[in-house]
């Protein structure tokens, strides 16, 4: 049980293009989704928290217009980068949990997006 | 804010041999501790979690210890093989909030 679906597993694009992410929980309703970024060897950098039905809270230094998220139902989450640049490049997690105490999170497989 | 850290941030080990990881958080507040092991270019998968109400927890090889007072957390694995060689992520979450992640422990298991 508890399996996140994250797709795709790997984008490469030009600059300017824009790209977009799903993160889907199979088997449960996930009342929070969670999107991350994960440089090379280092730890998951929380880029925003979405709750379904409403909009999503961003970190500090995560530009909302640039990560634009949608939690449209229980079970789905996006995250579209806008206009990507190289320095976006990047591999990016989802993660959804169940309920809102004390539970894990459950991941998704990552995105890893190359913009040359 | 949380903030926690995470030693060491290697840790090399024989196979068979224990390892051990230590997590420090500094918000008293929280009270959910998960532990996620991640291999090269995978997801985070969880391997066990602590709430604040416990002590110690086991689960055949790998066991957590919480210390509230100290606001330290440790993660134990015995009798350790090549599979158990990733990269180990602590957590610390008030309760129903964000996670909070530390900087990660590569753990490699020598044959």
């Known amino acids: 049980g508890a399996v996140v679906s994250q797709h795709p597993s790997r984008v490469i694009c030009k600059s300017g293009t824009s790209v977009k992410i799903e993160c889907r929980s199979l088997d449960f309703q996930a009342t929070t989704m969670f999107w991350y970024r994960q440089f090379p060897k280092q730890s998951l950098m929380l880029m925003a928290t979405?709750?379904?039905?409403?909009?999503?809270?961003?970190e500090q230094g995560v530009e909302k217009d640039k990560f634009l998220i949608n939690h449209a139902s229980l079970t789905l989450s996006t995250l579209t980068v806008t206009s990507a640049h190289p320095e976006d490049s990047s591999f990016y997690i989802c993660s959804a949990r169940q309920g809102r105490g004390n539970q894990p999170q459950h991941f998704g497989d990552g995105t890893r997006l190359s913009i040359l | 804010g949380e903030n926690v850290e995470q030693h060491p941030s290697t840790l090399s080990v024989q196979e068979g041999d224990s390892a051990v990881i230590k997590c420090t958080y500094s918000d008293s507040a929280s009270n959910y501790f998960p532990w996620y092991k991640q291999e090269l270019g995978k997801r985070p998968q969880l391997i066990i979690d602590?709430?604040?109400?416990?002590g110690e927890k086991k689960d055949q090889r790998i066991a957590v210890t919480l210390n509230k007072t100290a606001k330290h957390f440790s993660l134990h694995i015995t009798e350790t093989q090549p599979e158990d060689s990733a990269v180990y992520f602590c957590?610390?979450?008030?309760?129903?909030?964000?996670?909070?992640f530390g900087p990660g422990t590569r753990l490699s298991v020598l044959p």
């Open positions: 979405s709750n379904e039905g409403s909009k999503a809270t961003y």
């Open positions: 957590a610390a979450s008030p309760y129903g909030q964000n996670f909070v």
């Open positions: 602590i709430r604040s109400n416990v």
